[in-house]
T-cell receptor, first 110, second 115 residues
């Protein structure tokens, strides 16, 4: 089992460009999450999906949109990237309490 | 907002010594978890302790929970160079639905184990 996979691993965008971060899990988990991690800030929840067909905002949703494409896949879209969105983005999935994380996408917006 | 706050922010010890990290949180919880993050990697779940438990062991890990003080500690015994990582506590912030919970993470303790 691959667990949680994320693509791409690295990305550089110019201000105003758009992109979609992809996440997939093969553990048949109902819930999936997107976090961002900034130096000294820990992880902050952007959006989550409790089950297929539902999405909800987390702590820092502004500037992002998500799509729960099916039970396996949960994508994060930046419509118009800003330098403040430079961060490392992690996708996670869970069945109950324990969350399983992907390897992360390092995004730089110039 | 961060629910858990780890202390210290950074810790440097010699191989073979014990490492203790602390976590404080603000609101009542159902359980508390500890995660490890190696440099450049995703987080990995280490251990979960429920609110009605006071202590839990897993290999070289010992976790305590004091709900009256809203605090937890993670002890790593006989540390190894491979334990070098950042350690985060996470509390269940809210029920997400479908049996899962949102987690709120602290800012982490960066542990360096010197060979």
């Amino acid at each position: 089992n691959a667990g949680v996979t994320q693509t791409p691993k690295f990305q550089v965008l110019k201000t105003g460009q758009s992109m979609t971060l992809q996440c997939a899990q093969d553990m048949n988990h109902n819930s999936m999450y997107w976090y961002r991690q900034d130096p000294g800030m820990g992880l902050r929840l952007i959006y989550y999906s409790a089950s297929e067909g539902t999405t909800d905002k987390g702590e820092v949703p502004n500037g992002y949109n998500v799509s729960r494409l099916n039970k396996r896949e949960f994508s994060l879209r930046l419509e118009s990237a800003a330098p403040s969105q430079t961060s490392v983005y992690f996708c996670a999935s869970s069945r109950y309490y324990e969350q399983y994380f992907g390897p992360g996408t390092r995004l730089t917006v110039t | 907002s961060q629910q858990g706050e780890e202390d210290p922010q950074a810790l440097s010890i010699q191989e073979g010594e014990n490492a203790t990290m602390n976590c404080s949180y603000k609101t009542s919880i159902n359980n508390l978890q500890w995660y490890r993050q190696n440099s450049g990697r995703g987080l990995v779940h280490l251990i979960l302790i429920r609110s009605n438990e006071r202590e839990k062991h897993s290999g070289r890990l010992r976790v305590t929970l004091d709900t009256s003080k809203k605090s937890s500690s993670l002890l790593i015994t006989a540390s190894r160079a491979a334990d070098t990582a950042s350690y985060f506590c996470a509390t269940d912030a809210a029920y997400s639905g479908a049996g899962s919970y949102q987690l709120t993470f602290g800012k982490g303790t960066k542990l360096s184990v010197i060979p």
